[in-house]
């Protein structure tokens, strides 16, 4: 338990900091609560509140839904105007998760007896399909690389292996030589929590690698810097570098009604993957999700494959198959016949 006279917001966060580096909590997980619980105490003394966390209870928490719900975007920011638009619903339910994250650690360390958020719900983010890019999107994104040059190469395996994937483009920053099993056709992968995991990859990707590290991957600046993926100058790629990298050949592609980012092509690899035939719980170790709520999402994506299985799996027409044949034992050719003619006519024109 952290011994402090003061239950106050901005004294408590230090505390909450610590705890959840020791803990493994990365520093981007750890940079949004804190962000969020800073956003909440500037909210609670406009207000007039307090920021004693034990006096905090579920109707600041609504008050400050209600607040969030009816910002405008970017209103009191220092640098940007103000827009007519809100606050987006997956926004809005980052500030609240945050927020609860911060005071389930209050009572996990006993500085508070009860969260407020148990008697509150959260509002549920919008669902929202993100459009993911179709086969000739893809081959255009890649035919727009040029491939005879060093940082173009580069690029071409980066895509590829986001693609074939569905890693993640922190996770790909991340990877090391040494974490690149080429024989084995294998990556390891480190993720969310620091979680390791090892993803396969086909055998595009298995080339692509060779090439990249035995033709054109620079020496690294420092000794330390064993990334697989450098820049020219041979330091590691960061998520921004990259990030500007697949938007960039995207507009050079001219593609419409998709986002070329990373994260769109962990989308599509998501949904390819079911739509050849992978299941679901290999998606699952695959993106690194800690439930399947979140892959199950993939499925609604590729509802194609739904009714792929629905042709042959059909719980009435494989019923109706069964009695059929009973039907057809016991009257003749003729009515065999009749119904096969009107199955055939029922599959010609569902």
Known sequence: MIMTQSKDLHRLLAGYQLCAATEGKSPNAIAIVSSSMRYFQDFLISQGRTIDVTQISQHEI??????????????????????????????????????????????????????????????????????????????????????????????????????????????????????????????????????????????????SFWHYISRFRPDPATANFGFLFLTRDGRPMTKDRVEKIIAHYGKKAGLKGVRCSPHTLRHTAAVKFLRNGGDVFSLQRMLGHASLEMTRRYCELANIDVKRAHTTASPVDNLELRIRQQHERGRGDDRHQSLTSQAGTLVGNP
């Open 62 to 207: 609504r008050e400050f839904i209600l607040h969030l719900q009816q910002k405008r975007c970017f209103s009191g920011h220092r640098f940007n105007h103000t827009q007519d638009r809100g606050l987006s619903g997956h926004t809005v339910n980052c500030y609240l998760r945050s927020l609860r994250i911060f005071f389930s650690w209050l009572v996990s360390e006993g500085i508070i007896g009860t969260n407020p958020f148990d008697r509150v719900k959260i509002p549920r983010p919008p669902r929202k399909i993100v459009p993911t890019f179709t086969d000739s999107q893809i081959q255009e994104l890649l035919n727009t690389i040029d491939t005879r040059t060093p940082k173009g190469y580069r690029d071409y395996a980066i895509i590829l292996a986001l693609l074939d994937t569905g890693m993640r483009v922190s996770e790909l920053c991340r990877l090391k030589l040494d974490d690149v099993w080429l024989e084995e056709g294998m990556l390891k992968v480190l993720g969310k929590g620091n979680k390791e995991r090892l993803i396969p990859v086909g055998k595009q990707v298995q080339r």
